[in-house]
């Protein structure tokens, strides 16, 4: 079963990062307000299954850990219907952080809530915020998709990380990020 790209909805500048409190796929439970003292604050939706997030997934766990060495803040949400989509329960989504090299913790969604209150739309779909948590950036990781050549390489993040880490704004435009739509329960759909 193949699904038609979806776009991320580009959540408008200057919005502050909501607020949540998620289990983590290796155990145990994390805020975001464990990261309030961070100058940089990345929240990524993700998912096991998706080729777009399979395609540049180990480049994001690169990108992550290298900046993290600067005090960056991220972690992965996957909000899917595991009912469903059973490729992303929690015992995939560990499997998957292991093999991306992921150094953040990657957190279940279990209801769904967190990726609405973030106007999450596809995995992967990037937020970055600055040291106040006001969203700097929202975009795409790179030009790297399924079915071209291109460099995965977190180019445009990497430009926006170097922003946001020096304290200052990130220049547009703003592409969109570009993958499989979020995996909606029942009921949840319209966001």
Known sequence: MTSMAVSSFMVPLGTPAPPFRLPCVDGGTVSSEDFADA??????????????????????????????????AAVGICSNDAENYPQDDADHLA????????TFPYLIDRTQDVA?????ACTPDFFLYDAGL?????????????????????ATLRAALYQVLGGRPVPGPHRPSLGCGIKWKPGNEAI
């Not at 609405?116 to 999450?120: D, E, G, M």
């Not at 006001?134 to 977190?154: H, I, V």
């Open 95 to 102: 499997e998957q952080a292991k093999r991306a090299g992921f």
């Open 134 to 154: 006001m969203l700097a950036y929202r975009g795409e990781f790179d030009s790297a998709r399924p079915g071209n050549d291109l460099p995965a390489d977190g």
């Open 39 to 72: 100058p940089g604050f990345l929240v990524v939706f993700l998912s096991n299954h998706c080729p777009y997030v399979r395609r540049i997934e180990d480049t994001i766990g690169e990108v992550v850990a290298e900046y993290q060495k600067e005090d960056l």
């Open 116 to 120: 609405k209150a973030y106007r999450a």
